[in-house]
């Protein structure tokens, strides 16, 4: 059985920082992409960011423009972990941020698109305080 678990979430002042973890049991996703996507009360869940396999060993990563140029998302495979580092954070990165991945391989096109993630994890809290 597949899970994602997700950890590192809180309670912030806005301009601090805080890393979400993902560790995922059950099979790995060397080369599928993993991703965060992010809830707002009484919105939408929303892409965050992304990370592809590039075919060369590497990862292609893929950002929301709410975020990009503050958050950082890597992966070690060694732990099946996708990490999001979130700097710089305000009052409107305040969500439940989920951790997804997909189970085969996909074109970029499909990197954003919360429907093409199979696998979710439960969800952590961030509340970013002004």
């Known amino acids: 059985q597949v899970q994602l678990v997700e950890s590192g979430g809180g309670l912030v002042q806005a301009g601090g920082s805080l890393r979400l973890s993902c560790v995922a049991s059950?099979?790995?996703?060397?080369?599928?992409?993993m991703g965060w996507f992010r809830q707002a009360l009484g919105k939408e869940r929303e892409f965050v960011a992304a990370?592809?396999?590039?075919?060369?060993?590497?990862?292609?990563?893929y950002y929301a423009d709410s975020v990009k140029g503050r958050f950082t998302i890597s992966r070690d495979n060694a732990k099946n972990t996708v990490y999001l580092q979130m700097n710089s954070l305000n009052p409107e990165d305040t969500a439940v941020y989920y951790c997804?991945?997909?189970?085969?391989?996909?074109?970029?096109?499909?990197?954003?698109?919360?429907?093409?993630?199979?696998?979710w994890g439960q969800g952590t809290q961030v509340t970013v305080s002004s």
């Open positions: 990370a592809r396999w590039s075919g060369s060993s590497t990862y292609n990563t």
């Open positions: 059950g099979r790995t996703f060397t080369r599928t992409a």
């Open positions: 997804a991945a997909q189970s085969a391989i996909t074109s970029p096109a499909m990197i954003k698109l919360m429907g093409r993630y199979d696998y």
